[in-house]
C-alpha cells in the first residue's frame, strides 16, 4: 500500500465515495460481493457502470445523497446510495428507483422473461430506526403464508451504519472489513494489518488520502460536512421546538409543527424546494406557503 503521511477522508462524503466506488469496478465489485444477500454461486463476477440519473446542478447540489449504479455479466443491476441524512421517504426513493431501473429495461414490444433483477443498497450515516438494535434490513417481495416463496426482481436492502460494530457477525469476512473502512478509517493513525492485507481496502485508503485531492476537491470536502452540519442542526432545533408544542398540542399537531419549523429554518438558510422537501417530507405548495408566510 502507498501509504502517505496525513489526514485519511471520511469515505462516506459525495466526493471520497464516488473516487472510490465511482471509478474503480474492481472496489465495487468486492463491496456489493461481501454487502448483498447474493448466494455463493452467484457472486458478481463482471460489471459495468451505469449512467447515474441527472441531478440539476444547485448551490447544495445533492449533498446527502451520492450513488453508483453498475450491472453485472448476468444483467442484474445493482443502485447503491450513501446518505448521511435520512427522512421518512428516503426508502420510497430508493423503492421508485430500483423500480424505474427495472421497468426501463424493456423496450416496446419486448418479452417480460427479458427483465433482471435489480438491487438497491443504501449505506444510512443515521440511525432511522432506534427501536430495533438490527442495522441490516432487506426487503423483497414474499408470499406472507410461506416466507421461502418470493418474487424475483427487487431487493432492497438499508444499512444504519451507526449500529454497525466490529463484532456484528456477518457470513463473510470482507463485508465485516467494507462497513469497518466506512466507519472508522478517517479516525485511524495507523492502519490495521488486516486491512493493509486485504488488496481491495488496501486500494480504497489509498484513495482516500488527504494527498489525493485537489485544493478545490478538499474546499467542496469540507463545504460537504459543513452543509450536513447545518443540516442536522436545523432539524434537531426544529424538532426539539414540535415536541414542546406536541406535548401542549398532541403528538400529530407536534410533528406538523417540527416538519414546517425544519422548512422555514431551512428556507431562512436557503436551501432549494426539493432538498426542504425530501428533507421534511412536506409537499412542494406547503413549502411554498412557508416561503410566502415568512416573506410577508
Known amino acids: 500500500m502507498n501509504f502517505k503521511p496525513g489526514r485519511l477522508l471520511d469515505p462516506k462524503a459525495d466526493l471520497v465515495f464516488k473516487k472510490i466506488f465511482g471509478n474503480n469496478k474492481d472496489l465495487v465489485k468486492s463491496f456489493l460481493n461481501s454487502i448483498l444477500p447474493l448466494a455463493d454461486d452467484a457472486l458478481i463476477d463482471t460489471l459495468e457502470y451505469l449512467p447515474s440519473e441527472q441531478v440539476p446542478r444547485t448551490p447544495f447540489k445533492k449533498y446527502s445523497i451520492v450513488d453508483v449504479r453498475c450491472c ?20 420510497s426513493r430508493l423503492q421508485f428507483g430500483t423500480a424505474k431501473a427495472y421497468v426501463e429495461q424493456l423496450e416496446k414490444g419486448d418479452h417480460y422473461e427479458l427483465l433482471n433483477p435489480v438491487y438497491g443498497l443504501s449505506l444510512i450515516g443515521e440511525i432511522f430506526d432506534p427501536e430495533t438494535e438490527q442495522w441490516y434490513h432487506h426487503y423483497k417481495t414474499v408470499n406472507i403464508q410461506n416466507t421461502d416463496k418470493c418474487i424475483e426482481g427487487l431487493e432492497l436492502i438499508f444499512v444504519e451504519l451507526p449500529k454497525f460494530k466490529a463484532t ?14 466506512l466507519n472508522e478509517i478517517n479516525k485511524m493513525t495507523e492502519i490495521p ?9 488496501s486500494k480504497a485508503i489509498e484513495l482516500t488520502q488527504e494527498a489525493s485531492f485537489s485544493k478545490a476537491e478538499l474546499a467542496e470536502y469540507d463545504g460537504y460536512w459543513d452543509l450536513i452540519s447545518i443540516e442536522k442542526t436545523i432539524k434537531i432545533d426544529a424538532e426539539r421546538k414540535g ?3 406536541g406535548l401542549a398540542e398532541g403528538k400529530i399537531e407536534g410533528k406538523i409543527e417540527a416538519k414546517t419549523e425544519v422548512a422555514r429554518e431551512m428556507l431562512k438558510e436557503g436551501l432549494p424546494l426539493d432538498l426542504i422537501a425530501r428533507l421534511t417530507n412536506l409537499s412542494k405548495d406547503t413549502i411554498e406557503e412557508i416561503k410566502k408566510a415568512i416573506s410577508n
Do not use: C, Y
Open 243 to 245: 415536541k414542546a408544542k
Open 168 to 181: 456484528t457477525h456477518m457470513e463473510r469476512k470482507l463485508g465485516i472489513l467494507w462497513l469497518r473502512f
Open 72 to 91: 453485472d455479466q448476468k444483467g442484474r443491476i445493482f443502485i447503491v446510495e450513501m446518505q448521511m441524512g435520512w427522512s421518512d421517504s428516503f426508502k
Open 193 to 201: 494489518d488486516e486491512f493493509a492485507n486485504v488488496p481491495e481496502i
